[in-house]
Structures are given as C-alpha cells and as structure tokens.
C-alpha cells in the first residue's frame, strides 16, 4: 500500500510539474517566494545609484541596507521612474541640498521584510512607496477632506529615517541620505510603512509604478478637486506629465472640451492622446491668455487645473474660469517666496481658487483604488510610458528629462 501511495504522489508531483512552465515557476518564485525570506534582520548589500554632487551623473555602487526599525519596512524595488522633483533636487535647486543622497520616489516593489509594529503588511506584498503618508491617527489622517499627514507629510530637507534620526544606507560605515522617505533608486530600500500602498498582486508593477506620485497628482486635481461635470469645459495649464495627468482625469469625467495651455506647441499632438481637443499657446497672442479663453468659451472655462507653478499661469487659470461657478485648481508648485495676485471681484463674482497635495489622495487608503482603475481600463497609464532602460543606464533618464523628450521613463531594476 505505501509503494503505491509513494508511486501516486510521484505521479502527481509530476503531472503537476508539466503543468508549470519554466515561466510559471521563475513567477511563483520571484512573487511568492518571498514569503519565506532568509534576509529577514540582516544587512543587505545591493546596488544603488548614488548622487555624489549636485548635477553630476548618478554613480551605481554597492551599498548596505539595514533591517527595517520599528514601523518600517525593507522592499525589494522592482521599477522606479525619473519625476522633475528628482531632478530638481539632483540639480540643487531645492531649499537645503543634501548629498551624497540615493534619490528616486516613483516606484513599485515587493516587501522583503517588516518591523516592529507593522501589522497591515507583510513579506511578498505589492506596494508602491509614497513620498508623503498616512499614520492614520493625527487630524488630518482622520478627517475625510485632507490627505496632509502631521507625521509623515513631505519632507525634502530629511536625510535620515524619522524612527532613530538614521539612515539605512552606508557604504563602508558612512551613512548616505535617504531623499522624500522612499530612496527609490536603490534595489532595496527602507521606508515608512505609512508610506506605502499596498496593491493587487495582479497589477504589472512596471506599469502602475508611475501612480505613486506625478500621474496620480494630476489625475486627482482634476477628480477629486476641480470635478468637473459631464459635458464641461476644462482647461489645463502646462502639459507635461502632471498636466496630461490632470487632463486624463477631464477625460474620464467626461468633459466635452479639454483646452491645453502651453508654450510649447510641440506639445500639442501629445495631448490630444490624453483627451485635449484645444490647444492655446500664450505667446500666439497679444493680450492675456485668460481674456482669448474666455472668449473662446463664452465666458469662462467651467474648471481650470494650473501645473506649472508659474505665478502668471496661476493667475490665468483662476481668472478664465467662469464666474457663477469656475473653479481654478492649483497643483504646481511656486517659489516659496511667490506672491499670488488677483482683483477681488473676481472672488467676489462667486470663482472658486482650490489648491491640491498629491491630488486629495490619502496614499495607503486611495492609491489602491488608482491602481484598480488602471486596471478595469478605466484609466489609461500606458500612454504616459514614452522610455525604459534597465537601471545601469539610468543616468539616460535624467538626459531624456533634461532634453525635454517623452513623459516618464522606466527604469527596471532587474536588468
């Protein structure tokens, strides 16, 4: 009876076997496998693109990752992608620049490991790691109509981890700064656990990579901010990724006009894959870009969103919108000594001026549902992937950029 018994799990040990392909397995190993780490509590040593200096090309070497602290988690990170605030930060340009430093916070990965304390998430989960967070105790964690975190809010001037003032990164005993809490340009990476999202396994993670900052940004300005109705109008200030973002948001709502501003007009044919059926280039005319809008829609724009943070495009956003109504979003970022000045009539006449944070999105509750709309192709997110290079090249992403060429850049981790 044994030999038979020993001969029948044979036989379905190797009929199961031929049902999995070589792919199946490197699959159920890479996704699953995980589960069962060995790394758990050890250093890691992996490669990292280091920036050394400001503007000068990021440098791959080997760097250790310590094991995650109390409320941290250790990831894998599969796919990462290149977004203007890496690159401002890159070039100096930010308030206090901070190096050496591993840059990087548009990302997917795989949790390889948990602190202490982390209950909601644990080894093989999808996540995306946020540059901002959600604790899920302070006021705003708790209040229904802001997504701005007292703990865990963005920290550009931060170089270490908030739980010991310490960074996970070292190369021979010398520590290297962590860059918005993610460190993303780095194969493993120690972050927060209130900044990750987690998500459906079955996502393609060198996809939906790109939800964790720029394109979810846009696309909530638009739909949880300006909400447009059906049949509105709406007009989109600035058409880089965020911009097309914000316009893709006008699409799915269903607006029956979407008027692109920029000055490139280069820019145009792009957009119109996002939605944008007009397109007004500012220095085509000879009067305020907001008076030719108005003209062309009776009055005013129903929703206007502003992406470039350029004081005068903010102006023009809220004063095209129409009164009764208009209400103008404001998502780019301006200098911090900038000042924003209009009549106050213009409030008066009953126009609304909104601003946004990462689109009104609580990372660890929203994000999810992003990633859901992706993929019940309600959200399109391939159109927004114009590059991919595999990660000893990522110095080509930051050309791409600076050149002005494509939206987003892949950058995947396993060459």
């Not at 018994?5 to 040990?13: C, D, E, F, I, Q």
């Not at 250790?64 to 990831?75: L, N």
């Not at 865990?152 to 990164?169: A, C, E, Q």
């Not at 901010?225 to 006008?250: C, D, I, N, Q, Y």
Request: hydrophobic share 40%; glycine share 10%; proline share 5%.
């Amino acid at each position: 009876m044994y030999k038979r018994l020993g001969s029948l799990v044979s036989h379905s040990y190797a009929h199961f076997s031929k049902l999995l392909t070589q792919k199946h397995f490197r699959f159920i190993h890479s996704e699953i496998g995980p589960t069962m780490s060995t790394t758990s509590g050890l250093v890691i040593p992996c490669k990292a693109a280091i920036a050394w200096e400001a503007g000068k090309p990021l440098v791959i070497e080997q760097v250790e990752v310590a094991p995650p602290q109390a409320m941290e988690v250790r990831i894998k990170i599969k796919y990462t992608s290149l977004c203007h605030t890496d690159l401002y930060f890159w070039e100096a340009k930010g308030q206090n620049p901070l190096f050496p430093r591993i840059f990087g916070h548009e990302a997917a990965g795989v949790v390889e490991s948990v602190g202490e304390g982390v209950s909601d998430l644990q080894v093989g989960d999808h996540v995306l790691p946020v540059f901002t967070g959600e604790c899920g105790d302070c006021r705003h964690c708790k209040s229904e109509e802001s997504n701005m975190c007292d703990l865990l809010r963005i920290n550009t001037d931060r170089g270490v981890m908030l739980n010991d003032g310490k960074s996970r990164f070292s190369i021979s005993g010398t520590p290297i700064n962590h860059f918005l809490g993610t460190s993303t340009f780095s194969e493993y990476t120690v972050v927060h656990s209130g900044c990750l999202a987690k998500i459906s396994p079955l996502a393609p993670l060198d996809k939906v990579c790109i939800l964790s900052c720029g394109i979810s940004t846009g696309l909530g300005a638009t739909l949880n901010v300006a909400k447009p109705k059906k049949g509105s109008t709406v007009a989109v200030f600035g058409l880089g990724a965020v911009g097309l973002a914000a316009a893709e948001g006008a699409r799915i709502a269903g607006a029956s006009r979407i008027i692109g501003i920029d000055l490139n007009p280069k820019r145009y044919e792009e957009a119109k894959k996002f939605g944008v059926t007009e397109f007004v280039n500012p220095k085509d005319h000879d009067r305020p870009v907001q008076e030719v809008i108005a003209e062309m829609t009776n009055g005013g724009v129903d929703r206007s969103i502003e992406c470039t943070g350029n004081i005068n495009a903010m102006i023009s956003a809220f004063e095209c919108v129409h009164d009764g109504w208009g209400v103008a979003v404001l998502v780019g970022v301006p200098n911090k000594d900038a000042v924003f000045m209009t009549k106050p009539i213009n409030v008066l006449n009953e126009r609304t001026l909104k601003g946004t944070f990462f689109g009104n999105y609580k990372p660890r509750t929203d994000l999810p549902s992003v990633v859901d709309m992706y993929m019940n192709k309600k959200l399109e997110v391939e159109k927004f992937i114009t590059h991919r290079v595999p990660f000893s090249d990522i110095n080509k992403a930051f050309e791409y950029m600076l050149k002005g060429e494509g939206l987003r850049c892949i950058i995947s981790m396993e060459e």
